[in-house]
């Protein structure tokens, strides 16, 4: 894996910080090193705001008593080294400062204010918040949300150090209020509160910089999150050769339901062909099959009845990746043919009906996706979906989709505009490249079937899921409004050329 798409929460970056000054990194470097990137990055914000009278750009830098506040300290004397006129108020008293905020305090030589919202009454052009940062714990006192409601009402823009204040870093969640950034500067590894809604609404643009924290630590940290990028699944991604022909790409199977639901699995099964499956077979019941062959070309229609006959359809293990759930119908008989698709040896992806139908029985459903790593199955929930297989599980969406999968023993995609995939044993990825087009009729049935696209080609599960969240994302970005599921598949030629061009 390349780049540095490891998610640290807010304990791990912690333990990333004793590990760096248990080998003698000097924390305070690492300080030095995060003020000068902010002020950096308010000295380029200010530029781009319109020129003060004066030409001198205001900013107020709002500093707590932890280490974002030692960052803050760092940053206002580096844009005061620039010729910025900044004011500094602090959150408490100079002498609950600790350490190395102590020391970058001292080296302040304005005058320091007190934080409150009369301290933003002054004319000023940028706001920096480093307030809280990772540091807060529990609820926000009264006073600390009191200073920033009147930060957010102010309306200047502003700058936030590592997480907006009033964010929670590991889970992206917000208590009764965050401070509203423009941007954030980030230190070391994004945190999941960067990319995890609601947090990544308060962020504003996130910028990740390098202090000098060594590689090493971070991969002693072991983190089990990522964000989802190329780098982490492009090794596994398939790619055509020129000595392959159709069969050694993989035959997908996509079960189909009543006549009237059929759209669903025929958008999935032309996505799972567009995904570079060599052939796809669309199992339709008697009744639905002329409409199904009616609307397909370069997909099969076969015909089933019930569990017993898809059985005996997948029972050609040349067929060696199913969807199910898209159009299928709820109650036991669509269980029962969940199940005959799970006991078939093929990779299966679980989505929309199947996954309602199995709620009232998820143990019998669970017990039978296993842990073979021979036989890859993917859970594709929405929210709504998840709540009723999943009813107990609380937290936050990373903890909830990681949990469910242990439980399962299937990758889980807990999809949404922060769509979290996760894998038993804990490994995960977050998504944030889905515009809010994607909310759209049919949308999950064509990424069920990318998915399953990928699983016949015997991309990995995990790898495969992120990989399907990711493409989806990009063609529906590059379509733009008015987007229907039906132009998805036609926009993965596109994704997919620019993918193998980076590759």
């Known amino acids: 894996m390349r780049g540095r798409l490891e998610l640290l929460t807010n304990e791990e970056m912690s333990r990333a910080d004793r590990l760096a000054a248990a080998r003698d990194v000097a924390s305070r470097t690492l300080m030095e090193s ?22 001198i750009g205001a900013v107020l830098v709002l500093c707590g008593r932890g280490a974002n506040g030692g960052d803050g300290f760092v940053a206002a004397r580096r844009l005061s080294e620039m010729g910025c006129a900044v004011r500094v108020a602090l959150l408490g008293s100079f002498s609950e400062l600790r350490g190395d905020a102590a020391l970058a305090a001292a080296d302040w030589l304005g005058t320091i204010e007190v934080a409150n919202p009369d301290c933003l009454k002054p004319r000023v052009d940028l706001i920096v918040d480093a307030l809280l940062g990772a540091g807060l714990k529990g609820e926000l006192r009264e006073d600390n949300a009191a200073l920033i ?3 957010n009402a102010s309306g200047r823009p502003v700058l936030a150090v590592d997480v907006p204040s009033g964010l929670d870093g590991s889970t992206g ?19 999941p509160g960067h990319l995890l809604l609601p947090g990544r609404l ?26 989802n990028e190329p780098d982490l699944w492009r090794d596994r991604f398939p790619r055509p050769r020129l000595d392959q022909h159709k069969y050694d790409r993989g035959h997908v199977v996509v079960v189909a339901g009543p006549p009237e639901s059929g759209g669903a699995a025929r958008l999935g099964a032309r996505a799972a062909l567009r995904m570079g499956a060599g052939l796809v077979t669309l199992a339709s019941p008697p009744e639905a099959l002329p409409i199904n062959a009616c609307h397909l070309n370069a997909v099969m229609v076969r015909a089933y009845e019930g569990a017993f006959g898809l059985g005996e359809m997948l029972a050609d293990r040349r067929k060696n990746a199913v969807l199910i759930g898209p159009g299928l119908g709820l109650g036991q008989a669509s269980l029962e043919l969940t199940i005959s698709a799970l006991r078939s040896g093929a990779a299966v992806v ?8 199995a709620a009232d029985n998820a143990a019998h459903l669970f017990a039978n996706i296993g842990h073979s790593a021979t036989r890859p199955v993917v859970l594709t929930p929405h929210e709504g979906e998840f709540a009723r297989l999943f009813p107990d599980l609380t937290g936050s969406k990373l903890d909830r989709a990681r949990a469910a999968a242990d439980r399962s023993g299937a990758v889980v995609v807990l999809k949404g505009a922060d769509t979290v995939i996760a ?24 990424l069920a079937g990318m998915i399953a696209g990928l699983l016949a080609q015997a991309m990995p599960a ?17 379509f733009g409004p008015g987007l229907i599921s039906e132009d998805l598949p036609e926009l993965l030629p596109a994704a997919l050329r620019r993918l193998a061009k980076h590759a």
Not at 173 to 191: D, H, L, M, S, W
Not at 350 to 356: F, H, L, M, P, Q
Not at 462 to 478: C, N
Request: hydrophobic share 50%.
């Open 34 to 55: 995060a003020g000068a990137a902010v002020a950096t990055a308010a000295a380029a914000m200010l530029a781009e705001l319109p020129k003060p009278a004066g030409g």
């Open 173 to 191: 969640a917000i208590g009764q209020v965050a401070v509203e950034a423009r941007q954030t500067v980030t230190f070391v590894r994004c945190k």
């Open 423 to 446: 894998a038993p044993g804990g490994q995960a990825a977050i998504s944030d490249n889905a515009p809010p087009t994607l909310a759209t009729a049919g949308s999950g049935d064509v």
């Open 350 to 357: 679980i989505d929309a009906d199947s996954i309602t139908s």
């Open 202 to 227: 308060v962020c504003g643009r996130v910028t990740l910089v390098d202090i000098g924290m060594p590689e090493t630590v971070v991969a002693d940290v072991a983190a089990r999150a990522y964000h």
């Open 462 to 478: 995990f790898e495969a899921a992120a990989a399907a969240v990711w493409l989806h994302g990009e063609a529906a970005s590059d």
């Open 149 to 151: 409601a009147a930060i």
